[in-house]
């Protein structure tokens, strides 16, 4: 087993509200997995806790979090900084603002590969333009002269899975990457995921059935910080059991 998540809750301190209630999740290596849910759900907060970012003075966070074998939570931030952007990395909803939009992209990418491997600046060069050609970029040369703002959405998205792919990660969790993009693109980014399945287990976030339905695997449907309802996406389309399932499944039917 890859990643355990064990009763992870988060209370925000000042209100006393659980967004994340108790979840248990686990992943395998190399495979695909999904977590559903609207908006407000928790499922954003799941990452942030993941990567350490939920701050103590304004959550209380309980339950533990293994990656291979060993509880991330506990482990100190030298650790912990060594995993993240490698061995774990993360795809932002808005590619927009994941990149420092005054840093041409090819420097940005290099440094991602920089902070993990003492290499020369040509040796991250061409780490780069290989984890652009795994991303489905072309023309690498052009994108790695490009600001941010050059660049299409859906290019920009890719850019950010070449962010993520560059260390070899194996995990990967991508967190609604299909939200900020149209359709032809939401198509384009889920297949490229699923795609990376194999070589690293990802965990695809979305609020979209139709993103979730492309992308496959096991999938976890999450309502106000708890897990509702869980098993095959394939199966849970056909024959979704929870309330809340069916509601999501036919709001999704509807657009
Ligand atoms: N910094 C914060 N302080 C207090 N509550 C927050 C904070 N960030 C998010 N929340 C609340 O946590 C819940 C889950 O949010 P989030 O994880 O972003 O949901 P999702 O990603 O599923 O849309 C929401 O009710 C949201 O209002
Ligand atoms: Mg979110």
């Known amino acids: 087993?890859?990643?355990?998540?064990?009763?992870?809750?988060?209370?925000?301190?000042?209100?006393?509200?659980?967004?994340?209630?108790?979840?248990?999740?686990?992943?395998?290596?190399?495979?695909?997995?999904?977590?559903?849910g609207?908006?407000?759900?928790?499922k954003t907060m799941i990452c942030r806790t993941l990567f350490g970012l939920t701050n103590r003075y304004n959550f209380d966070v309980s339950g533990q979090i293994f990656f291979e074998g060993k509880d991330i939570m506990s482990a100190d931030a030298k650790k912990r900084r060594k995993l993240y952007g490698s061995d774990i990395a993360?795809?932002?909803?808005?590619?927009m603002t994941s990149f420092d939009p005054s840093c041409k992209l090819g420097n940005q990418l290099a440094e991602t590969y920089r902070i993990h491997n003492k290499s020369s600046v040509k040796a991250a060069q061409n780490a780069v333009f290989e984890a652009m050609h795994r991303a489905g970029l072309e023309q690498c040369k052009a994108i790695w002269s490009s600001y941010p703002y050059m660049l299409s959405g859906g290019m920009l998205q890719r850019a950010a899975v070449a962010a993520a792919i560059i260390n070899h990660p194996k995990l990967i969790i991508a967190d609604e990457p299909t939200t900020a993009l149209d359709a032809e693109h939401r198509i384009a980014v889920t297949n490229l995921l699923k795609g990376l399945c194999g070589s690293a287990a990802v965990i695809m976030?979305?609020?979209?059935?139709?993103?979730?339905?492309?992308?496959?695997?096991?999938?976890?449907?999450?309502?106000?910080?708890?897990f509702v309802e869980q098993g095959n996406i394939e199966k849970i389309i056909a024959a979704p059991e929870n309330e809340y399932t069916k509601e999501l499944l036919n709001a999704a039917l509807l657009i």
Do not use: C, W
Request: hydrophobic letters at 40%; proline letters at 4%.
């Open 90 to 95: 993360l795809i932002p909803q808005n590619p």
């Open 1 to 36: 087993m890859l990643l355990e998540i064990k009763e992870l809750s988060v209370k925000v301190k000042s209100s006393g509200v659980k967004v994340v209630n108790g979840i248990n999740l686990s992943v395998d290596e190399g495979e695909p997995l999904l977590i559903l």
């Open 205 to 226: 976030i979305t609020h979209d059935f139709a993103v979730a339905d492309r992308f496959g695997g096991y999938a976890y449907i999450m309502k106000n910080g708890v």
């Open 38 to 42: 609207q908006s407000g759900s928790g």
